[in-house]
């Protein structure tokens, strides 16, 4: 029930005084309980008793309170409401009774709407807090009552930690986003015990809706980023207006949410390996009604994993474990095409050759440990025949249709990640043999030896991508790996980036075999990219600006592949040649404008650098001998 946003919200009338209480029981919103003018029987109080000697708040008049401060905090200021109108929804409905004394109503025991709707002021509250934090300006009043929430006072969180058992799919879902923004606002101030509950939920219950009320609490904490703002949001839209009582943060820290990320991770950590052991479980005996559950596991697992989530390596080192038992799970032909697909983008998040494994100089033993398990799987357990394409049983999934072509998209770039970062780790360790005085022919057999398992290992994924696409048959899949991603930015740069680096680091020796340089030739792929983007430069610099891709890696490898290897690919490129090389020059051009002017965001002159000397062979037509390196 949270207010839609918009970019302006109407006034709304202050609150000066909180609402009067009275004397009567009045009726109520459900029509349970028309009778006793109340909607459901209240836990520990003698309905006989409130019609007499009880009083009770109106039902609307709560309602209406948290309208009204909903509509305020849209308006991103507090100011109007005095504190105590501000505390009282969030203290709960109070009943005085002469016998009694005072209490509160838990949360669970109101209507079906009015929980909804405190709950979500709940999660708007905190939401704008966050924002607000950001910008370094918060509103008074929305300060204060964040410190009165986060003081816990009323034991709210733990009352919607319960509502992880709600029958309401709607009011689970809202306490739990409720809950995680409450738990950012808290930051290094979480008490262990409300994670304690939600990893032993996590654990030790077999509801899948608890388990994954818990798990989707925990990461949505994990994925949230500090300064994201959303495209169509204005920079002054979290402002509070000129009007309002402002408080100027000045800390640094405030911005930061790694602390309550690493209790949230620390809280995990020690359940980890008994809740993965639980999930392997689940998915080896899958059962429909536990799908959602295991789709979020996998998702916290790959937020966890996920260089977005800008976790230390030393706090994510322990997740990595038991991924080898998660790949075998895909020999199982009961796992559905929506697991596997989930599976197959954690296993992709592991391998993020692109943004990390590709620079590293020594790559880890976890991201190799699966790339080797990928590669066996496909080269001797023909896990490529797995593949659930059409959602059926029998290869490819069997049946007719389509396919999903996300989920083949997916396995394509594993596969290529998996060859690359099994090259660049045998490449690695093949240099650092070579320093300690091990003989060169023993590096050369090591590598001929991988060259046979990759050579194997593509030609599988070969035949599988044209078995289930409309490729040629004849087409390599240094052409074909440009169409199956035309539509991923992402995914197509990286998935050239692995091939261009298993070509570098296959074709230094002058042995490697001729069908193996066709089929990842480096020139063939970029002059398909160039036709994919109708040679138009500008897309070029668009994806060298945008941070979204490693399209600045791509060049930066392609054009020093180019200038050692030019013979090759002037070849290769053929009567595309001038068209190729006409785009390189035209960015260059634009390269050189966006400099001149300091308008480019980063130093972009070793680029700038390759680029002229390419064009100075093209106009020379200079054609050196091969050199790989």
């Known amino acids: 029930m949270v207010l839609k946003r918009s970019r302006t919200v109407p006034s709304v009338p202050t609150m000066d005084e909180p609402v009067k209480k009275k004397q009567k029981v009045e009726g109520g919103g459900g029509d349970e309980g028309k009778g006793h003018g109340i909607d459901t029987p209240m836990q520990g109080v003698d309905e006989d008793d409130m019609g007499v000697n009880g009083t009770e708040v109106d039902d609307t008049a709560i309602d209406q309170e948290l309208l009204i401060i909903q509509q305020h905090i849209l308006n991103q200021c507090l100011c109007p409401l005095t504190e105590t109108c501000l505390r009282k ?11 009694q004394g005072e209490f509160c109503i838990p949360l669970v025991d109101w209507s079906r709407d009015r929980i909804l709707c405190f709950v979500s002021t709940l999660q708007l509250l905190c939401e704008v807090a966050i924002k607000q934090n950001v910008k370094g300006a918060m509103c008074t009043r929305i300060c204060e009552i964040c410190d009165f929430v ?21 009011i689970c879902f809202a306490a739990s986003r409720a809950l995680s923004a409450f ?15 939600l990893t032993e939920n996590a654990l030790i219950t077999t509801q899948p809706q608890k388990i994954s009320f818990s798990l989707e609490v925990i990461k ?37 949410t790694s602390q309550v990320k690493c209790l949230c991770i620390r809280a995990l950590e020690a359940k980890w390996p008994a809740i993965v052991k639980k999930f392997d479980g689940l998915i080896a005996s899958y059962l429909n009604e536990y799908e959602s559950t295991i789709v979020t596991f996998l998702g916290l697992w790959e937020a966890i994993i996920s260089v977005k989530a800008n976790l230390s390596v030393i706090d994510t080192k322990p997740f990595y474990a038991d991924l080898d038992s998660f790949v075998v799970l895909l020999n199982n032909s009961s796992v559905p095409p929506g697991i596997w697909k989930h599976l197959l983008g954690l296993f992709n998040e592991v391998l993020c050759y692109g943004s990390t494994l590709a620079l590293q100089d020594i790559l880890a033993e976890e991201p190799c440990a699966l790339a080797h398990l990928v590669v066996r799987s496909v080269k001797d357990w023909h896990l490529l025949d797995m593949l659930p394409y059409r959602g059926g049983s029998g290869r490819f999934g069997g049946g007719a249709g389509d396919g999903d072509r996300p ?29 300690l005085g091990s003989e060169a022919d023993d590096v050369d057999a090591d590598m001929a030896v991988i060259e046979r398992s990759i050579h194997e290992v593509l030609r599988q994924l070969d035949n599988c991508v044209k078995t289930l696409l409309p490729y040629h048959p004849e087409m390599p899949l240094a052409q074909w790996v440009v169409q199956i991603f035309a539509d991923q930015d992402d995914a197509l740069i990286e998935g050239m980036v692995c091939c261009l680096d298993v070509a570098v680091g296959l074709f230094y020796r002058n042995t490697a075999q ?77 390269i050189d404008r966006l400099v001149s002017k300091n308008l480019f965001p980063y130093n972009i002159n070793p680029v700038l650098r390759l680029l002229v000397k390419c064009e100075q062979m093209y106009e020379v037509n200079d054609e050196p001998h091969m050199i790989y390196t």
């Open 407 to 435: 989920l083949l998209q997916k396995m394509a770039l594993l596969v290529l990640k998996s060859v690359a970062v099994t090259v660049k780790e045998t490449r690695c360790d093949s240099s650092s043999d070579s320093s």
């Open 220 to 256: 949505h904490v994990i994925e949230w980023k500090d300064l994201d703002t959303h495209p169509l949001e204005d920079n002054t839209d979290n402002r509070p207006p000129s009007s309002c009582a402002v408080v100027n943060l000045s800390d640094p820290e405030s911005l930061d």
């Open 150 to 170: 986060v003081r816990n006072e009323c034991g709210l969180i733990e009352q919607l930690i319960e509502f992880s058992s709600h029958s309401d799919p709607f």
């Open 514 to 590: 001729l069908d193996l340089r066709r089929t990842l030739s480096p020139a063939m792929t970029f002059v398909q990219f160039l036709q994919a983007v109708s040679h138009d430069p500008d897309v070029l610099l668009d994806l060298l600006v945008s941070n979204e891709t490693c399209f600045l890696l791509y060049l930066l490898r392609l054009l020093k592949f180019v200038r050692r290897n030019w013979a090759e690919f002037v070849a290769c490129c053929g009567r595309e040649l001038d068209d190729t090389m006409s785009v390189l020059i035209r960015l260059r051009l634009a």
């Open 89 to 99: 929804p969030f203290q709960g409905v109070k009943i005085v009774s002469e016998n």
């Open 183 to 197: 738990l950012i606002v808290t930051k290094s101030h979480v008490n262990p015990t409300w994670l304690e509950s």
